[in-house]
């Protein structure tokens, strides 16, 4: 094969192809762009998420070789003289962080962090500015009472300057900080979050009631005789651990960010799998395209054949087309997949404040490694999804290449094999489930999910040859319909293939998220049943991670017309290498006025359990990932020790992804010596209007700051805003999907349309009119749409259990009623159809244009 | 006479002087009573104890050292004073030592808050402890030192024995700087100490012995306003005589009148000397790798005591560098005198102390 010539063909083949059908390669090349667009949306989204987390992280803490951090509460500083005292420690400096609110401009906060600006001057990453520019240092910093830092971004967005006072909340406590100084971030840790402020530790400990306290101590070891740190963190670790509280966790700081990584992991691998989907189908589409294009140009490649074009050479030119145009397909998708991301950004980062950890994503994050490798994915998919039309163009012989006729349509695979890999998808199908579920390898029900698709997309031709061996309408127009489709089956069964990936994409997800919001929405009717619901300002946007001011529950107690007041306190903390949320709550208010759904208990009275003695009562996501009954035991780490805690009972929950471990509230303060308040459960007397009652605590709570207090319905509706919130992306590729298909479907008639030229001619001949034509190619798209989404619809019940009982089951553990979405899956029906029929009128009207003569000069 | 430190004050607390300044400051000689005022003297905003000296190895390999310790108030009474945390003074140390044969200059800082325990400073006696650099004063009047830092690879663990009772410098101890009454620190030196241990260079150890210079200064307003750095010098001659002069560099190079220094014989009492009885004439210039300039060599006369000579540093590069203070640099090296005393040879090993040259005064620090 000579390369050069071959090039030369390609030069003069491949451009010409693209301009003679635009349409086709726009449409082409759109199909891909999406395809690769969420890829590149949701890689973006992720990337931006983790590293504004660790920015953030290394804000404050720079780059230690060794950290030591409460995890659930925090440490005490005594510790620090102990590991001053270590040889292997060279520097070592505190923080202690917290989340207030800021009253003077509601809704908003800052993320204080009180550091010493002393001992921390080897590891800081930031600057601190003041109004000449000018940086401050550690005793500017610390020479005037109440002196904070905020970023730049957050100073602009609150009309803040320097020299004016700020009234910061939290717990109860209030501080008026002197914004004297602007933190300034080095280069590196763009996308940090804005609201991160600065004070000295004396200032945070005794202005918010934290004396004695801290979060984490950040160390910098001297490296071993080979100038090496792993030794030295080993070694440190095994002296320092008889001196550690239980909660405290020590080591290497990547492992905290390896810990967000794992903690994010099963959420971002969600969205990753779907948008490799969208990739998967606009794979197809690809496929499609160069098959209808190797159909329609079997002429041509049988007059480069004869003139001495090799096999080879014609799979490089269709190949090299392909990736030609996905080249633009990709660059196109990466355009729009950063736009994506950005309108993305703030309902991932509040889904992940609320679930996971503390995140406020401005700005997206570009790495220029993903998009690369996410438009390399593009180009991969086209070359692949080329390769086979290509190779099978190859091997006509260019005598029966250049014959005229139908011949092009001879179809060129025997569609009965198609069965087999269909059988056998389906059969991984099922052992990628039972290894997900039982083989302890979440990652596998993806594959699942992956396979029942592809199952699908090989039954699609079978599927559509059946329906045009059924009876057709009595109209000529639909039989000819039926035997255009069934002789273009090899290109209709593709197209067919990626419409009913595509269905059975939007139609699983939907029935996911339907039954998921239908047994949340049932859950909260059932759970929610107090009247009235008191918690901080921040907590809609900083996820839950600023104490409720105690007054708060005196007064609510104190209020006429209040028959009990349900406290609610929760931590984050790791258990056993795996996130998980430690609750507490007052279990005599909860079991008479707000009983849980307990899915099984130990014999006696759970709660009474609970209250007399070191048990829990745990979630079903908690009971599940970490295989736990009641009678069982959890070690739980707290400041007073390693505590032994058994499961009382395993009850329902949907408030935590990572599940919850739910203490009595004497038990908890007991074992962790933390009188913190998360939030607050109002119960009324009967009669008592919530709107008055709620009317006045929040006039007495007026001067302590700034609260949430909703009612019952109030609440309900935030809760099922947060669960609309967390699934907007779901919600967002399955509309990728469908746009994908429906593209597809155009495509694929618009393909067709070009090889039957000459057949339309004939027909026009004839005597057929026009709207015959029409007619005909929008049957024919019929029996497509037909296949495709009755393939779909089936598909998607399997795509929607595999959801629910595996991907779900495997990272989640949650229980998911089935729910089935009538209304829904009847809009998406009728969407699809219409979409078909949509996509249809383009190429349909354009082939009934068709003047009979010029169609037929090919003869 | 050692004043870094005023450096911080200047800046930090010239509006403090105008309104009621809760420090007091050094106006009248200071009621002098040892052991307890080797110890800390909180009621001023600055004190400092400065050591520096001039050592030989086994071979007779010069080398030189200087560790000092510095408190700095912020405020006399802490903001939070319920948090360990709580701010009422700064500590900071510098440890630098001059490996002459080797021509290597190695400095270390710490600076701390002095939360938990990590600066201990007695009000009794000489008990200063930063981290683990500490100055402690034995029983037996032998001032014991020891620092090190792993990451420059330096140490020091000395004693010095007073091979003289203090000397207490300027008036009684107050050792003026301007001329504004208060502008003045209360001073006093052990000049000469004998002293043995051994230095750390590059992790190895190296047993010395030779002489150390001892200074405490308290003050709490020292600089005059627009003063714009000094240059120090304390020479030990090998007849057993010790001299410290210092010359205040008012603008425009001019030595301010309040300069001053202390000559301080084999035997005998010490005798103050005034800016009239001395003239210091810089000889070189020493330019560093930022473009500031040091002048590098002097002339040095004392009409009065029929002495004249040149010191010359030992080495040219012996600037502290500092981070952790804000950027400050000042030149700190050991040198030797040569010249004559009524017309007989002189000669003697010191130490000079040049600042301002290379880092504005208060740079970094002016609000």
Not at chain 1, 290 to 307: I, K, M, T, Y
Not at chain 1, 835 to 850: F, G
Not at chain 2, 188 to 196: D, I, M, P, V
């Amino acid at each position: 094969m000579n390369w050069l010539r071959t090039f030369r063909v390609f030069l003069a083949h491949g451009g010409r192809d693209f301009f003679r059908h635009k349409t086709l390669s726009l449409l082409n090349l759109t199909a891909l762009a999406v395809g690769v667009a969420a890829i590149v949306a949701i890689q973006t989204v992720n990337e931006t998420a983790l590293r504004s987390f660790r920015a953030s992280l290394d804000l404050v803490a720079g780059r230690p070789d060794f950290t030591v951090e409460g995890q659930g509460f925090r440490l005490p500083e005594n510790l620090i003289p102990i590991l001053r005292q270590d040889p292997a420690i060279r520097e070592l400096t505190p923080t202690l962080t917290l989340i207030a609110s800021l009253p003077s401009h509601p809704g908003e906060f800052i993320h204080l962090i009180g550091v010493d600006p002393f001992s921390n001057t080897e590891l800081v990453t930031y600057r601190l500015q003041d109004t000449l520019l000018t940086p401050a240092d550690a005793t500017a910093f610390v020479s005037e009472p109440n002196t904070i830092a905020i970023t730049r971004p957050l100073a602009d967005r609150l009309h803040l300057k320097i020299g004016d006072s700020l009234r910061a909340v939290s717990g109860g406590h209030q501080a008026n900080l002197q914004i004297r100084f602007l933190l300034e971030p080095s280069p590196d840790l763009i996308g940090a979050d804005d609201h991160l402020a600065i004070a000295d530790i004396a200032t945070v400990q005794s202005s918010f009631g934290l004396l004695g306290q801290i979060d984490r101590i950040d160390a910098l070891l001297l490296p071993d005789a080979d100038g090496k740190i792993t030794s030295a963190q080993a070694d440190l670790l095994t002296r320092l651990t008889p001196h550690l509280p239980a909660n405290a966790r020590a080591g290497s700081p990547e492992r905290r960010g390896q810990e967000v990584g794992k903690m994010l992991g099963a959420f971002q691998l969600n969205l990753t799998a779907l948008s490799l989907i969208a990739l998967v189908v606009g794979m197809f589409l690809v496929t499609n395209t160069v098959a209808a294009n190797v159909a329609r140009r079997r002429s041509e490649l049988g007059l480069l054949r004869s003139l001495g074009l090799d096999r080879r050479s014609v799979i490089f030119l269709l190949v090299g087309e392909s990736l030609l145009l996905s080249l633009l397909g990709s660059t196109l998708g990466i355009f729009l997949g950063l736009q994506v991301a950005r309108t993305l950004l703030h309902s991932v980062s509040s889904t992940i404040t609320s679930h996971y950890v503390l995140l406020s994503m401005t700005d997206i994050a570009v790495n220029p490694w993903s998009l690369l490798l996410a438009g390399l994915a593009g180009l991969l998919a086209a070359g692949l999804a080329a390769w086979w039309p290509a190779r099978e163009a190859s091997l006509v012989p260019p005598v029966d290449a250049l014959q005229p006729g139908n011949s092009a349509d001879r179809a060129s695979s025997p569609h009965s094999l198609a069965l087999r890999p269909a059988l056998l998808c389906f059969l991984l199908t099922l052992i990628f489930s039972a290894t997900a579920l039982y083989g302890r390898i979440p990652r596998t029900g993806f594959l699942a999910a992956l396979s029942i698709l592809l199952a699908a997309a090989f039954l699609a031709p079978s599927l559509g040859r059946f329906f045009a061996r059924l009876p057709s309408l009595p109209f000529p127009s639909a039989i000819l319909a039926r035997s255009a489709f069934s002789r273009g089956l090899h290109r209709h069964g593709l197209a067919a293939a990626a419409l009913s990936v595509a269905v059975a994409m939007a139609i699983g997800v939907t029935i996911m998220v339907h039954s998921f919001r239908a047994t949340v929405d049932q859950w909260i009717g059932e759970s929610i049943k107090a009247d009235l619901f008191i918690a901080p300002s921040t907590n809609l946007i900083a996820g839950a991670l600023e104490p409720l001011d105690p007054i708060a529950e005196s007064l609510a107690l104190a209020t006429p017309g209040v028959l009990a007041v349900g406290t609610y306190r929760e931590v984050r903390l790791f258990l056993d290498g795996l996130p998980a949320k430690l609750a507490a709550c007052k279990l005599d208010v909860l079991r008479i006025h707000n009983p849980l759904t307990l899915l099984s208990a130990l014999p006696g009275d759970p709660y009474e359990l609970c209250q007399k003695g070191d048990y829990a009562l745990i979630s079903e996501n908690f009971a599940r990932r970490r295989r736990l009954q009641p009678g069982s035991s959890i070690s739980l780490p707290t400041p007073t020790g390693l505590r032994s805690i058994q499961v009382a009972a395993i009850f329902r929950d949907y408030t935590s992804e990572s599940g919850l471990l739910l203490l009595d509230r004497a038990t908890y303060q007991r074992l962790t010596q933390d009188q913190g308040l998360t939030s607050l459960a109002i119960h009324l007397q009967p009669g008592i209007s919530a709107q008055a009652v709620g009317d006045s605590l929040r006039e007495q709570l007026r001067p302590r700051g700034e609260f949430l207090i909703y009612s019952q319905a109030g609440l309900r509706e935030e809760a099922l805003r947060i669960f609309d919130r967390s699934f907007a992306v779901t919600t967002l590729l399955r509309t990728l999907a469908i746009a994908v298909a429906a593209l597809g479907v155009t495509l694929s008639l618009t393909a067709l349309g070009v090889e039957r030229t000459r057949e339309i001619g004939i027909l026009r001949a004839t005597g057929a009119s026009r709207t015959q034509i029409l007619r005909t190619i929008m049957f024919e798209s019929a029996y497509l749409g037909a296949t495709g989404i009755t393939l779909g619809i089936v598909t998607g019940f399997a795509v929607a259990l595999i959801l629910m009982q595996v991907i779900n089951r495997a990272f989640f553990g949650w229980t998911i009623d089935w729910h089935t979405p009538y209304p829904s899956l009847i809009y998406v029906t009728l969407g699809m159809i219409l979409a078909c029929l949509l996509a249809s009128l383009p190429p349909a009207w354009r082939a009934s244009r068709l003047s009979p003569a010029e169609a037929l000069r090919s003869e | 006479m050692k004043k870094l430190l005023s450096i911080l004050l200047l800046c930090l607390a010239t509006s403090g002087l105008n309104a009621a300044d809760p420090w007091t400051h050094a106006t009248t000689p200071w009621p002098w009573s040892f052991p307890r005022d080797h110890g800390s003297h909180p009621e001023f905003k600055t004190e400092w104890w400065y050591l520096t000296g001039n050592l030989d190895d086994a071979k007779g390999n010069p080398y030189g050292y200087e560790l000092t310790f510095f408190r700095h108030g912020l405020q006399p009474k802490p903001t939070q004073p319920d948090s360990a945390w709580s701010i009422r003074d700064i500590y900071f140390a510098h440890l630098a030592i001059t490996d002459v044969q080797s021509r290597r200059f190695i400095f270390s800082e710490k600076i701390s808050r002095g939360a938990l325990g990590e600066v201990e400073i007695s009000q009794k006696d000489m008990q200063v402890r930063l981290a683990d650099w500490t100055l402690q004063r034995k029983p037996d009047s032998t001032l014991q030192m020891a620092a090190s830092d792993p990451v420059t690879g330096i140490g020091l663990e000395l004693s010095a024995t007073p091979l003289k009772p203090l000397t207490l410098q300027g008036q009684k101890g107050l050792s003026r700087k301007s001329a504004t009454p208060g502008n003045a620190s209360h001073y006093y030196s052990f000049t000469r100490l004998q002293t043995s241990g051994q230095l750390t260079i590059a992790g190895k150890k190296i047993p010395v012995q030779g002489l150390s210079w001892f200074d405490h200064e308290f003050s709490t307003s020292a600089l005059g306003e627009d003063q714009e750095g000094w240059d120090w010098f304390c020479l030990q001659f090998d007849s057993g005589d010790e001299l410290m002069l210092y010359r205040m560099r008012n603008p425009g190079n001019r030595t301010d009148p309040a300069s001053s220094g202390t000559w301080i014989p084999a035997h005998g009492p010490s005798l103050p000397l005034k800016s009239s009885d001395f003239t210091i004439l810089p000889l070189d210039e020493w330019k560093t790798a930022s473009g500031a300039t040091y002048p590098s060599g002097w002339k040095i006369s004392i009409p009065s005591l029929q002495i004249t000579g040149e010191v010359q540093p030992l080495l040219l590069d012996q600037e502290l560098r500092l981070k952790r203070t804000s950027n400050i640099r000042y030149w700190e090296g050991t040198c030797r005198f040569t010249g004559t005393r009524n017309g007989k040879p002189l000669s003697g090993r010191g130490y000079t102390e040049l600042t301002g040259y290379a880092s504005p005064i208060g740079q970094g620090m002016k609000e």
